[in-house]
């Protein structure tokens, strides 16, 4: 998130930050104009006006409306930038045991769904969901086992209900005989990024 100060005078700045939207002081300018960064999960740089605000790893707590804050000898200003997560995930990794098919995924926001096929064959309907398990982040795991032992390659699919997109798919082998235990993440294929997909905007602090 950008915040510039736009001015035909050169302001004396005694404030300028970002605020969360808990009112907790993420970074603000210091007096000798180096940054102070008060959240270890935010970083900040300033430069030519301008304090830039960048959230590591953004998750649904971080949603919320968020203000940049000036002070100066020109006057006071504020501005608020809105932070919406559209979704997140990471890969989905899967395990074979005793001829069941697990596949999961951590991190996902929102809750998403898994699909099994079989070459053009929807096997969804044989699977086990697992209830959805919630984050501290705000995010979920989500989980669904195959309680069956099939011959040919299998796909686990990462559904979205919302937007009723395929945000990843894993290949996976039949079970080797005797069947073992196995976990990967090699072959996941993502749909779109993995990880965050934010909407915000930029604001401006305008002194007359």
């Not at 005797?178 to 294929?189: I, L």
Request: aromatic share 6%; proline share 6%; with cysteine.
């Amino acid at each position: 998130m950008s915040c510039k100060i736009t001015s035909q005078d050169e302001p004396s700045i005694s404030m300028f930050a970002w605020i969360s939207p808990g009112r907790a002081t993420l970074c603000e300018l210091d007096e000798n104009g180096g940054v102070v960064v008060s959240d270890s999960a935010v970083s900040c740089t300033y430069r030519d006006k301008q304090l830039d605000l960048t959230i590591r790893h953004t998750k649904p707590i971080h949603e919320g409306r968020y203000i940049c804050k000036l002070r100066s000898n020109l006057g006071g200003k504020h501005s608020y930038t809105q932070l919406k997560l559209q979704e997140c995930h990471n890969q989905l990794h899967y395990h074979i045991l005793d001829g069941n098919v697990t596949c999961g995924a951590r991190g996902v926001y929102p809750e998403a769904h898994i699909h099994w096929f079989q070459g053009p064959q929807n096997l969804t309907h044989s699977s086990v969901s697992h209830p959805s398990i919630p984050a501290e982040d705000g995010t979920f795991e989500v989980a669904s086992t195959l309680p069956h032992q099939h011959q040919s390659a299998l796909n686990c699919s990462l559904w979205s209900p919302s937007t009723g997109r395929l945000l990843s798919s894993i290949q996976m082998s039949p079970p080797a005989s005797p069947p073992q235990s196995r976990d990967t993440f090699s072959r996941a294929t993502s749909f779109g990024a993995v990880g965050t997909t934010v909407t915000l905007f930029a604001v401006a602090l305008i002194l007359l």
